[in-house]
């Protein structure tokens, strides 16, 4: 262990922490009187000095120190203190080994002027790397102007070790509005804040930030191909069952019927997050469910629906053929498991967004939905419901006239809708969860190697 000096105006800080463990600093000084925010990148082998002589006696100054290495974003030691006195002492710890958020540091480091910032994940469709950008779109930025971002980034993780909560941090230099993001690995909840910053001296102080916000880091490929394996083994041994109808049960008084009502078409929507968190297609993609499991006694469809009353039957056959088929989810809701395809049009959205995400089945040989001697399939399975999303609007009326359609008023059962943005997986089955898996800042790099692999190999 060993102690260093740091100078803020005439304040000393004496900072206790493992020489061996980091090599720089970053320190965040606000002035919680005024929210006036700088940061500061220093050497471990340099003296610290931070410019604070402006401040007026007894101003109260929030300091946040982060210890990390050289080129490596990852935080290894940090704390907090609030000084009002001359001396003051500080210890840098390492993080929170159990998964959860320590203290909250996004209440401070509040510049005046917001901005709008999201996260946009994305897959690179020739290399199928992924990767997150934020986009602050507060304004519209001249070009061939610099600018500079600092990002800080928790993240945490039941699908990880009980080492999974890490912090981030950051500074960018771009010349648009868009900031990529440290490597993150896949099944990460994330918190994320945006600073604007300009370069003064030795200081980075805040021009604008944006305000706290999250989001989960998406299935990876290679989750995806183990959600598929595991769904395979769930329903080993079992039989096939014909599929008469692809079947859809809404409400009378959802949209999309009164929709039907009016114009004779049915419009596709966005996915909700009913599923898996992590799942790429929820928000991302729209459509339509159906179901493709029958009454496993019948061998029909079922006589009456939790989803609602008003029902739409079609023929497999007049909405199948021609479109791809890909594999996105398996889950459950505590009791029943379900499986999620989807189906898109060649070339469209929907389809060039899955190609890279999801996994391209066989429709003449695979388990949960295939075409065989003029007739479609699914698994018999009592304990799997198999769901699809088809992706393209439903023209309902002419599908009807055609003879290609029916409809029919069904009974309901349960609530008789289902619940608004839908219902999230049970993070506690070990039959369709993933295992936990140990990470290191390195693993993002190990996956998108990975699921670059996989486009190649005969999984795929």
Known sequence: MVEKSLYIGSTEIKITYNLFQINRIICAVENTENNETGFYFLNCTDSWHVDQNQQPPNTELRITIYGLRINEPKVILSNTIIINSPLHHMRLESHNKHGRFPSDRFTFLVATNGMNCSADQRVNEMTNKSSIIFKCEDVQLPINTEYHYIQIIQTTSSTNDVSSYNEYIELTTTYTNEIPCVNLPSREAVNYKIYKVSLSGNQYYVTKTSKKSQFITHNSKYDVHQFHDMALLF??????????????????????????????????????????????????????????????????????????????????????????????DFYCNHKAHYVTLVLTKPGSVEDVYCKVRLIKLDINDNKFLFHDQGFYYTTSDRKLWVEVLYTEDVHVDDMLSDGKLLKEITPTKGMGQSKLDGIPKNKSCKTCNLPKRPYSVNNSRYFNIFNTLLDYSSLY
């Open 235 to 328: 329903i080993s041994g079992s039989g096939t069952m014909k599929i008469p109808y692809l079947y859809r049960n809404k409400p009378s008084y959802h949209p999309t019927i009164q929709e039907v009502i009016k114009t004779g078409v049915m419009t596709k929507y966005d996915k909700d997050n009913n599923g898996d968190q992590a799942s790429s297609i929820n928000h991302n993609i729209k459509g339509l469910f159906f179901s493709a499991s029958m009454d496993k006694d019948t061998r029909q469809p079922q006589t009456s629906s939790f989803f609602g009353d008003y029902r739409i039957l079609i023929p497999p056959e007049h909405l199948i053929p021609g479109l791809n088929l890909y594999f996105a």
